[in-house]
């Protein structure tokens, strides 16, 4: 074999061995993006998906309550009772809302996330597991200051923080949520 | 290498380079929309939470001690916006629905600031979409959130209606 031949097939190897390289490192790529946009994606769904619930309900935070003062009865800062006819049938409903443990979801890696719970007067907690890592509640008066006294509440804020369960590129994706609701349409009624 | 040889493999070469270029531009696309979208789920938020407060308050500030029977009783289009005593920059200090005219402001999150705007018009009894050339029942809100993260902002609407 001529030195020709061989620096031929030498740098034909060191080409195709760059090409194969730069392939696979495309493929890896690929791979961890889609997983990333898929988390990402479900993250956000999860995310919509607490909320369409949380609304639904603090929407009527107060509606029905002949004394709208007394429509919050327990205002911590990741636990709330508030009364409201929920189910529009005239009968004033209590629900609370409040966070379990992170040792509850130990089966997920994700080392934040735990389940909020939900109940409707004295029926069984609910609880799915949507990646909530935060739920902070914060209490207002009508002027938009901190407000400690219950009855004094007439804005409350909610900060929702969801996460992937699972740790992508080592990170776990994750959406945010921040909104304030009066806790009655009609504050002058 | 001849040169049949050479040129297939800047030929193939290229085509890889065409390949890598075009998945990054596409993974470039897909994270801004990613990162577009979350911003967005976090200005709707923001901008219900000023429609909520908004909603709170009487649909006209001359219908705040007295009820009214006639449009004519309503506050002038062209006066719409905080009356006097009441500073643009206090919400707390609105009582009525198109106080909020004319508001502006830069909110913050954990993540970001957005600039908010609210504008507040009569809208057309019969075509909502229609801005009134007169005084009707129904003022409509429309809140604007952006921020540098998003290339278009966040529009939400409401119509109140006194009834």
Redesign the interface.
Known sequence: MGTNVV??LL??FI?GGM?LV??IS?QG??SS?SDL?SA?RVT?KN??TL?GILENDFRKLGYGVTDPTKSIVKADSNDIIFKADINRNGIIDTIRYYVGSTSELKETPNPNDKLLYRIENKETPQSSNLGLTRFLLKYYN???EPESNINAIK?V?ITISVESPFPINGQYPN????????T?????R | MGLAQTLLTIAAISLLSMITLTLNSSYLTTNQVMVESEFSVEAVSLAESYLERAIGKNFDENGISSHLTDTKDLTKKHKLGTESGEDPKKMNLYNDFDDFDGYTAVDSTERASYNIAIMVVYVNDNNPSIISGSETWHKRMTITVSNQYMSTPIQSQFIYSYF
């Open positions: 620096l031929d740098g034909s080409i090409l730069n392939i495309l790529n690929a993006q946009y990402t956000q995310l919509v909320v009508q002027d938009m804005i804020e959406a945010f949520w921040k909104q304030t609701r009066i009655s349409r009609n504050l002058n």
